[in-house]
């Protein structure tokens, strides 16, 4: 157990993923908690974490948890599924802070949302093969079934958008930016997507942090019927709940702080396209090594 936490209600929430995709998270926290300090650690020297093993993904939520704690935040959210697929449970039986991963309320919106009780997940290969969306829905409602179907590509596209992008990836209206929307990238979403529809899943969870980018493209597939689950509002809503009941709120006239850290060399190209994510520029960006 680490017990080297010494929190309080003005310390900083961690939130971390292998690269921008936990951005995703992190924008509704701030919707949700305005006032919290937050610190980011986006792993991107070692991302994508989808194709590798669970084993070595848990190592790497030992190490970045552990360092998060060393640096005195309150808690901790895994704002990558792939991450918390391969790490939560350790994770939560060795911190000292309460930890959170987005996979169980992804599975709960989703279990909310379905009608006909078909789900689909797309994810990574690391997170399908764990098949924790499906215990984590199947838990939840015994008579789901659940298709679910690795999108290694989609995080792939996910990046290069931001790249491509020359600002913002959504607007305030939350409509995902056409950079997606080009022939290339429809026929690779129609691959992965066109079993799901044949399967008629009426809930598509985007089982991947990078995937809310791509929900004009992914639902331009599906179809306006399909309602796509992302676990990044549910997120923020238990976060807000846990700090509520423990009384750890930040008090309402705190100045947030964001601070980022990436374990990548490019800082810079980090503080871009991170602020094409979380649609505000990247104040304080920071170098971190976990040799
Ligand atoms: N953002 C990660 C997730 O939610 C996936 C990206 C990766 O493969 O590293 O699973």
Redesign the pocket.
Known sequence: MNTRSHSNALSPIGVF??????LTVMREIIKALPHEDIMYVG?TA???????SLDEVDSFVQQIGSWLIDHGVKMIVI???????AGLVHAQQTFSVPTIG?VEPGARAAVHATINRKVGVI?????VDSEAYAHAIRNLDAGITVFSTAA?RF?EI?EQGLRMADGPIENFTAQASHVYIRPAFREIAKDYLEPLRRAEVDTLVL?????PLLKTLIGGVMGHDVRLISSALEVSRDVSEILRRQDRLADDTHMPHYEFYSTGDNVEEFSVFGSRVLNMPLASVHHLDFD
């Open positions: 993923d292998s690269g921008f995709g936990g792993d070692r991302c994508p974490y989808g194709p590798r704002a990558c599924n792939t991450a918390t697929a987005v994810a990574t290969k690391a997170t290694p995080v996910a089982g991947c942090t990078h995937f």
